[in-house]
């Protein structure tokens, strides 16, 4: 049975056609068949810079920043072909999947892709439904699956989630990604019967193709100056812009150098964290000088620094630490006045959770805020304002 309710909230398109500003699962899944048939490119998001190349069956903008488009990748059959076979590999072979994540990101889109493959139509989560109305309305003679992000797997684990985590131990495996995901949620998930796969990977490399910290099948993980590089089949050939290309061919072989820092031991690559200073955030990339920037403007602040810090619940919680000026509000209200603005001009994903207020900001240089000193104090310290 085909799914007619409708996506709401992506811009994509067949060739450059553009679709409604709602479109359903199943107008999703005949264009991407089709395309990966060799018919007309699925566009997602903007129409890329450059000419869509001709082996092109997917072209869909990474996530760039909340408050940026991201950088356009092309995608073709074999590419998206290579990411659905090796997960299925790891996993019990092709399966019905659960679609819990947006069709417009990469993740989602793969649930679509993995879906095609094996001949299955996924069920989506509805907005009103919860994960254990849509696990019920899956097949029970083929393997079953879902791709969740961490957020969506905490929420399980609490009380209010007791269903959900029943149905979700039901299922063959849970693909859990996006962003960094606590090891505590992970291992409390396992010990109720759900089959945790902790995945890494983004939109150059056609989604996850690092399970649990294994790479997958074809796959190769380098690092280079504490940055990890991938090769393998499923990664792209470069980006549809005249931006930067940071993919390398060596020895006949594809390699991309991401922006996150990370170490090997034993076969396994544990992700430190970025190399720049995006936030990730419930799997949504933040940028701290675009929330700065309007904290900057915000009544009662003199100084600012945005950092991230470890959080159960969204991986990584927006933090700002605050200079504030003489006449401030309380923090409780100017931790409110914040996150309003923020969520206004940049978007929810980036409004802080947390507000440490101090009298000075460390310094590195001329005017430079020690981003990694602020980081650190506000690991352990102690707020003076939050929101769950």
Known sequence: MVDRRPVAGILVGAGHRPYPARVTVDRLLADLDAALRGGPPMIVGEPPEREVPMDAALVIRTSGSVSGRGRPVPLTTAEVTASVRATEARLAGPGQWLLALPAGHIAGLQVLGRSILAGTTPVQLGSEETIADAVARLRTDVPRYA???????????????????????????????GSAVD??????????????????????????????GVPLDGVEVGLEGGAVQLSGPMITSGYLDDGPQPFTLTAGRRWFRTSDLGRCSDGRLEVLGRVDDVLISGGVNVHPAAVERVIGEVDGVAGVCVVGRASREWGTEVVAVVVPAADARTPAGLLDTIRARVKSAVGAAAAPRVLFLRESLPLRGPGKVDRLAVAAWAADARPDASRG
């Open 147 to 177: 791709s969740i992000v961490p957020t969506q797997l905490i929420r399980a684990l609490s009380p209010a989630g007791r269903s959900d985590l029943e149905a979700l131990a039901a299922l063959d495996a849970v693909l859990v990604g």
């Open 183 to 212: 090891p505590g949620a992970v291992a409390m998930a396992r010990e109720r019967g759900v089959h945790v796969v902790t995945t890494y990977g983004m939109t150059e490399t056609a989604g996850g193709c690092v399970y649990d």
